[in-house]
T-cell receptor, first 115, second 113 residues
Framework: KAGVTQTPRYLIKTRGQQVTLSCSPISGHRSVSWYQQTPGQGLQFLFE???????NKGNFPGRFSGRQFSNSRSEMNVSTLELGDSALYLC??????????????FGPGTRLTVL | GQNIDQPTEMTATEGAIVQINCTYQTSGFNGLFWYQQHAGEAPTFLSYNVLDGLEEKGRFSSFLSRSKGYSYLLLKELQMKDSASYLCAVRDLKTGGSYIPTFGRGTSLIVHP
């Protein structure tokens, strides 16, 4: 079974630009979550999508948005990039439900650098 | 909301045992996870606890006490490859039915010869 894939793996942008990151979950997984990871901050939750609907959202500004398609693939978009947006963006997929461990499987991440 | 605390950094000797603690405050507790993350790589699942007690899986064990809001990850017979960041994550039922866990900042474990 293929794992979670993310594209691109590395990205360099300049302030003010926008960026779109893509995530393909494990086949059969309907929940896709996005996290931002920076040194010393740990994994900061951005949002979760389930069946094409945003089900949960973290404390990030509206510049961060996302969507999920009918095949469960997800994209996240960051507009008007700031230097502080430089981070590793991780996508995780899970079966999503209350009665099992429902561990999250993480993709390799997209390393975004904003200059 | 949730508040998850774990030590920032720990060091240990190859072959030894190390215990990484995690304390949390949450409502509607629905499970605690431990993940391992090597530098430059994605987190990988280690363990899941939802009931009190010890879960053993090879060299790694995880303990949970829900009444104390406390968990620990125990690593035995440490190997150099165990040098990594260990993330504690707590799940509770969120608005809308989501079961996404909240992660602590991670404990960086350094294993030296």
């Amino acid at each position: 079974k293929a794992g979670v894939t993310q594209t691109p793996r590395y990205l360099i942008k300049t302030r003010g630009q926008q960026v779109t990151l893509s995530c393909s979950p494990i086949s059969g997984h309907r929940s896709v979550s996005w996290y931002q990871q920076t040194p010393g901050q740990g994994l900061q939750f951005l949002f979760e999508y389930f069946s094409e609907t945003q089900r949960n959202k973290g404390n990030f500004p509206g510049r961060f948005s996302g969507r999920q398609f009918s095949n469960s693939r997800s994209e996240m978009n960051v507009s008007t990039l700031e230097l502080g947006d430089s981070a590793l963006y991780l996508c995780a997929s899970s079966l999503a439900g209350p009665k099992s461990s429902n561990e999250q499987f993480f993709g390799p991440g997209t390393r975004l650098t904003v200059l | 909301g949730q508040n998850i605390d774990q030590p920032t950094e720990m060091t240990a000797t190859e072959g030894a045992i190390v215990q990484i603690n995690c304390t949390y405050q949450t409502s509607g507790f629905n499970g605690l996870f431990w993940y391992q993350q090597h530098a430059g790589e994605a987190p990988t699942f280690l363990s899941y606890n939802v009931l009190d007690g010890l879960e053993e899986k090879g060299r790694f064990s995880s303990f949970l006490s829900r009444s104390k809001g406390y968990s620990y990850l125990l690593l035995k017979e440490l190997q150099m490859k165990d040098s990594a960041s260990y993330l504690c994550a707590v799940r509770d039922l969120k608005t809308g039915g989501s079961y996404i866990p909240t992660f602590g900042r991670g404990t960086s474990l350094i294993v030296h010869p």
